[in-house]
């Protein structure tokens, strides 16, 4: 079965410091591993994706994710924070051709509350 | 494109009655998600649907739940009879193929 550990429930850094959101995964064969974020009130965003080819994948709003095959990690990255960064961010994994559906979905994180501080 | 549209937006309802939450996919997308999210469990799925019909409903929590897709543009979560411990904000979810899933705004069910 696939798995996704965010290890920190929350997160605090100071605006204009880099951010590192952490994130390992489970999975059988080659990983597809997103990246969301969630605002108050809100659904989920997209963020950014990797599927193959380089490791450090660019996304939205100036975040960047590095893929890490050794250590199973996809830690979410941005190299200067901004107050309206802060929000509740979500990894989620699922395995590249599944052979049945059920491997199909998303295996979501528990989500990482980053809060940015003036 | 108008995105992922959940409705209602929020609903308050008593112990026992029947809930019905709507969702209109994105255009054109194969795959229907349907997810909880609570404090306690985090963000669940529940069931999802290809091309209209249910892949995986395993996520479902007890038969008061169900799930349709009469049609690609339209989907409904029921909970009958409802009782409070479903109090939860729904999200539904499209994709095409495999790629990125779009969430909706969420349903923000309140039962008392």
């Known amino acids: 079965a696939q798995s996704v550990a965010q290890p920190e429930d929350q997160v605090n850094v100071a605006e204009g410091n880099p951010l590192t959101v952490k994130c390992t995964y489970s999975v059988s064969g080659n990983p597809y591993l997103f990246w969301y974020v969630q605002y108050p009130n809100r659904g989920l965003q997209f963020l950014l994706k990797?599927?193959?080819?380089?490791?450090l994948v660019k996304g939205s709003y100036g975040f960047e994710a590095e893929f890490n095959k050794s250590q199973t990690s996809f830690h979410l990255k941005k190299p200067s924070a901004l107050v309206s960064d802060s929000a509740l961010y979500f990894c989620?994994?699922?395995?590249?051709?599944?052979?049945?559906?059920?491997?199909?979905?998303?295996?979501f994180g528990s989500g990482t509350q980053l809060t940015v501080l003036p | 494109d108008a995105g992922v549209i959940q409705s209602p937006r929020h609903e308050v309802t008593e112990m026992g009655q029947e809930v019905t939450l709507r969702c209109k996919p994105i255009?054109?997308?194969?795959?229907l998600f349907w997810y909880r999210q609570t404090m306690m469990r985090g963000l669940e799925l529940l069931i999802y649907?290809?091309?209209?019909?249910?892949?995986?409903d395993s996520g479902m929590p007890e038969d008061r739940f169900s799930a349709k897709m009469p049609n690609a543009s339209f989907s409904t979560l029921k909970i009958q009879p409802s009782e409070p411990r479903d109090s939860a904000v729904y999200f539904c979810?499209?994709?095409?193929?495999?790629?990125?899933?779009?969430f909706g705004p969420g349903t923000r069910l309140t039962v008392l």
């Open positions: 990797y599927i193959t080819g380089d490791n």
């Open positions: 979810a499209s994709s095409f193929s495999t790629n990125q899933q779009f």
């Open positions: 649907f290809n091309n209209n019909v249910p892949i995986d």
């Open positions: 989620a994994v699922r395995a590249t051709l599944p052979s049945s559906g059920s491997a199909r979905q998303l295996t």
């Open positions: 255009s054109g997308h194969d795959y």
